[in-house]
């Protein structure tokens, strides 16, 4: 195993995975020739545009039963018997931890993530000063179910509307209409329109955003300020 990945690490300096993608690129006529199947041979070369050399020694020291596959391999499988193999000996969380390795090498998979986490924090704290400004606890946010009862407190709804949650399917899709109107009752609650709820409907962040930090004071109909 070390010395698969041995020989795979000195070749990585000499060659990177996106040269040898273009490498399969260029001879994929060759390859299919030599009885490989091409859709194999394009996952293959996907991989290896996606795949750092880093992620690779890992999975390969890790992950992977290379003793096992070459065994296969001197043996005269086929590379489809080898993968067919491969596949179905390997354990969906191996299978998992593989997958997220993967995505976890590609550049634009790293800036999609660290931009949710920003914009999750982001939603987190802009929620907290929504409802210290509607007279409840900020850490709320943080506490699940609880945070949802206080959203919809702060809407002026009732949070028994949470309780469609127990009824399959129709109390479902009822619960995406109550937060598609909640979005125009969190508007009326703060002053403002329907045109404002439109964009809390599409354009959640800058909306929210925009109560959080405005001098809006929050109109409460139905509940009495919790400290």
């Not at 945070?147 to 028994?160: F, G, Y």
């Not at 404002?196 to 109109?219: M, Q, T, V, W, Y």
């Amino acid at each position: 195993m070390d010395e698969i990945s041995g020989i795979y690490e000195d070749f990585s300096k000499i060659v990177t995975n996106q040269e040898l993608a273009d490498l399969i690129e260029d001879n994929t006529d060759v390859l299919v020739n030599s009885g490989l199947n091409k859709d194999s041979i394009e996952t293959a070369q996907s991989l290896l545009r996606t795949f750092d050399a880093s992620t690779v020694i890992d999975v390969i020291q890790n992950d992977l039963d290379i003793d096992r596959l070459i065994n296969l391999y001197k043996n005269g499988a086929s590379l489809t018997e080898i993968m067919t193999s491969l596949v179905s000996e390997t354990s969906p969380v191996t299978m998992a931890k593989i997958a997220f390795k993967i995505l976890l090498s590609s550049f634009y998979f790293r800036i999609a993530l660290f931009v949710f986490v920003l914009v999750s924090i982001y939603s987190i704290y802009i929620t907290g000063l929504i409802f210290k400004k509607s007279g409840k606890h900020g850490f709320y946010t943080v506490i699940p179910i609880l945070r949802d009862i206080i959203h919809l407190k702060v809407c002026n709804m009732s949070p028994w509307l949470l309780l469609l949650v127990f009824i399959p399917i129709l109390g479902w899709l009822m619960l995406v209409s109550v937060a598609i109107i909640a979005r125009f009752e969190l508007s009326k609650s703060f002053g403002h329109g329907f045109l404002f709820g439109l964009g809390l409907l599409f354009f959640p962040i800058i909306f929210r955003s925009i109560i959080a930090f405005s001098d809006n004071e929050h109109i409460d109909d139905l509940y009495e300020d919790e400290d």
